[in-house]
Nanobody, 124 residues
């Protein structure tokens, strides 16, 4: 079993920055990948960014140029540095993990394990 715990959410004004963290524990493996998703009530959960153990990354179009995903393999932690935040970035942000990850994907059903989420609110 894998446990994921997110932190770092909060409230910022438009143009501000936040850094989210997600710590993994339990039975991860050498080929896993981790990702950030977000969800607004009433909408589908959408992928934000994904990273492998070798730091190969991919981003959703809305995240490119503003968000940066990174990974500390030794600490089993990933980060999402978000800058130039906009009100439409307001959402619950979730961390996800897939073991035996052989290609990058931001599809929700590609990931097996999920954290409880951390709220990000961007005000005008």
């Amino acid at each position: 079993q894998v446990r994921l715990v997110e932190s770092g959410g909060g409230s910022v004004q438009t143009g501000g920055s936040l850094r989210l963290s997600c710590a993994a524990s339990g039975d991860t493996d050498m080929d896993d990948c981790m990702a950030w998703f977000r969800q607004v009530p009433g909408n589908e959960r959408e992928g934000v960014a994904v990273v492998t153990r070798t730091n190969t990354v991919d981003y959703a179009n809305f995240a490119k140029g503003r968000f940066t995903i990174s990974r500390d393999v030794a600490e089993r932690t990933i980060y999402l540095q978000m800058s130039n935040l906009k009100p439409e970035d307001t959402a619950m942000y979730y961390c996800a993990l897939r073991r035996s990850c052989y290609y990058l994907s931001l599809a929700r059903n590609y990931f097996t394990y999920w954290g409880q989420g951390t709220q990000v609110t961007v005000s005008t």
